[in-house]
């Protein structure tokens, strides 16, 4: 800890720290994410495969690791960016310290440069990627020499530009399977330190067989595109018994098992590369079996459905991200991780918006009007939270039992445009306040 260490932005832009974790040399997507709690589930979601995760937050490490709140058996980032590392964490749950963790993940870490201002540059020019140098091996020496010569530095940022993630789905698959748990110990365990299910007014329902009743018998196979343990979790919870199959099992597979519904789990990279994937997803919406999408899984339906995707600029990541509710009105809050979204204007007609961001208007969530199946794009299985949206998996086990529901689908907004709607309400609200002057 504490040796030199940098990041070489692929704009040529250098920012000096410390070392903590791993040593060596790596290159990756550099993001950031604004969660102020939950970067055990930062580092262990696998849909940051490939990226050098920025926290926005400067005190990072403050709790220490702790396995059970754990997303998948290890840490999928690139590298890893703080403020301030806490190296004496206090948590009567902690078992180590988030350097260890790091090391024991070969994860390359940097503290103490001016995260606000890497944002700012992320924000303003969008997701580049980068470069961390860190510790004395020979590698990171060469690496470091090269910075202060103008050609060799050239031919280091050539080297940064050309980045891809590659193969990320099938990178990821399978992760959170290593840390399954049963029913009984999820929902013991979340009783105790984390939410359990809630009744529509708000009251936790503690107890275990009342809370898994309406999913007593039913299966979900839980399509695993880099899925997030606590997708299972929340299933389990409800009574829902989960089988999970890896990225690469066809569809005809998944039907001879007779699930009751699927899970399109999240997942990382770009959606429209699963070209493959996207077929046999096609192949789930033609057996009217009821589906629940999330993030990357949200994404691939819509595509297998005629919508498209997009890059963002810079993405959304953190648990403190807006997302509006059209048939209520209602803002929640939520969890994100994506570089991609749908694009609004492609939903095809028997698919109707709705959530979309507050911030920019962009899609998070589509119900389907012609089979039965929705998605959204944030996460509602957030671990440390929020918890507002978890009351989707309940819609998902009620839809299991009545598979009509969707028929009934009534949404209070018409499909509009979102990024105009918001313009427009922008536009109504600085009007308004004028006229109040």
């Known amino acids: 800890m504490n040796t030199k260490a940098c990041l070489v932005l692929a704009n040529g832009q250098i920012f000096e720290g410390n070392s903590f974790g791993a040593s060596g040399v790596i290159v990756g997507e550099a993001v950031f994410t604004t969660g102020m709690t939950g970067y055990l589930e930062t580092l262990t979601d696998p849909s940051y495969f490939g990226q050098i995760v920025t926290q926005t937050f400067p005190l990072i490490g403050n709790y220490g ?39 024991s993940n070969n994860i390359i870490g940097l503290s103490g440069i001016d995260t606000r201002r890497l944002t700012k540059i992320l ?17 990171a020496q060469s690496a470091f020499s090269a910075l202060e010569n103008p050609k060799e530095k050239e031919k280091l940022l050539k080297e940064i530009k050309a980045y891809t993630i590659k193969n990320a789905v099938k990178s990821v698959t399978g992760s959170a399977s290593k840390i399954e748990e049963s029913a009984e110990a999820v929902f013991e365990t979340s009783a105790k330190y984390r939410a359990v299910p809630v009744t529509k007014d708000g009251l936790k329902v503690n107890d275990q067989n009342e809370a898994m009743k309406n999913g007593r018998g039913k299966k979900v196979v839980l399509w695993d595109f880099g899925a997030k343990a606590n997708i299972r979790r929340e299933l389990l919870k409800r009574g829902v018994e989960v089988v999970t199959v890896p990225c690469d099992t066809k569809a005809d597979d998944i039907l001879k098992m007779n699930p009751d519904g699927i899970m399109l789990s999240n997942g990382p990279g770009d959606p429209a590369e699963n070209v493959d994937i996207i077929k046999e997803i096609k192949k789930i919406c033609a057996s009217g079996k009821p589906i629940f999408g999330i993030c990357l899984g949200h994404q691939m339906l819509a595509l297998a459905r005629g919508a498209s995707t997009s890059k963002l600029k810079y993405g959304h990541r953190g648990g403190n991200q807006p997302v509006k509710q059209l048939s209520t009105g209602r803002v929640y809050i939520s969890s994100q991780n994506h570089g991609y979204a749908v694009n609004n204007a492609s939903l095809p007609k028997n698919a109707k918006l ?15 009007t012609d089979i039965p199946a929705f998605s959204v794009q944030f996460h509602p299985e957030a671990s440390a939270g929020p918890l507002d949206t978890n009351f989707l998996f309940d819609d998902f086990v009620n839809l ?12 209070e907004f018409e499909r509009i445009d979102a990024i105009s709607y918001f313009q427009s309400t922008i536009k109504q609200t600085k009007a308004a306040g004028k006229a109040s002057e």
Not at 91 to 96: D, V
Not at 354 to 368: L, P
Not at 402 to 411: G, H, I, S, T, Y
């Open 65 to 103: 690791v702790i396995h059970p709140d754990f997303e998948s058996e290890k840490s999928h980032v690139r590298g890893y960016i703080v403020r301030d590392l806490c190296d004496t964490p206090s948590n009567f749950r902690c078992e180590t310290d988030l350097n260890s963790f790091l090391i």
């Open 123 to 139: 924000r303003e020019a969008g997701v580049m990627n980068g470069m961390i140098i860190s510790g004395n091996s020979a590698e």
């Open 354 to 368: 709705s959530f979309v961001n507050t911030n920019d208007g962009t899609c998070e969530g589509i119900t389907y």
């Open 400 to 411: 299991i039992n009545n598979p009509a529901l969707f028929r009934d689908f009534k949404p």
